[in-house]
């Protein structure tokens, strides 16, 4: 498949699903949390403050059959704990998270203005 000027192996409809996994917002935010190590639930749900449970749960949920995170319950513990952490392929995600995060912080400023530039001549048009 070809991407621009670019050749990558694969097909559009294998690796759509996969983007749109790591691209979504929560994906992403959680990979950039855990990116720090093991954490339970109740420490990601108040380091993203704005996710609600229901999405934090459905996320993990997806992160984990898709391989990325692992989730060991503690049943030792009274109550029982439950921990989420990266693998190895999820540990993978972190070094391109924080490029786009570096790259996102380094242009809002130029993308607000271009948003306010096109707005502008939308409703000049």
């Given at each position: 498949?070809k991407?621009g000027?670019?050749?990558?192996?694969?097909?559009?409809?294998?690796?759509?699903?996969?983007?749109?996994?790591?691209?979504d917002?929560?994906?992403?935010?959680?990979?950039?949390?855990?990116?720090?190590?093991?954490?339970?639930?109740?420490?990601?749900?108040?380091?993203?403050?704005?996710?609600s449970?229901?999405?934090?749960?459905?996320?993990?949920?997806?992160?984990?059959?898709?391989?990325?995170?692992?989730?060991?319950?503690?049943?030792d513990?009274?109550?029982?704990?439950?921990?989420?952490?990266?693998?190895?392929l999820?540990?993978?995600?972190?070094?391109p998270?924080?490029?786009?995060?570096?790259w996102?912080?380094?242009?809002?400023d130029?993308?607000?203005?271009?948003?306010?530039?096109?707005?502008?001549e939308?409703a000049?048009?």
């Amino acid at each position: 498949m070809k991407l621009g000027n670019m050749s990558v192996p694969g097909d559009c409809g294998s690796i759509s699903p996969i983007l749109a996994r790591i691209g979504d917002k929560w994906s992403t935010l959680i990979i950039l949390v855990l990116s720090e190590g093991p954490k339970r639930y109740s420490v990601l749900r108040r380091e993203i403050e704005s996710i609600s449970q229901r999405m934090l749960t459905l996320t993990l949920r997806a992160l984990e059959r898709d391989g990325l995170i692992l989730r060991t319950v503690h049943a030792d513990k009274n109550p029982p704990q439950v921990e989420y952490e990266l693998t190895d392929l999820g540990k993978t995600l972190i070094d391109p998270l924080y490029a786009l995060c570096l790259w996102a912080s380094q242009n809002c400023d130029a993308i607000e203005e271009n948003r306010k530039k096109h707005e502008a001549e939308q409703a000049d048009a």
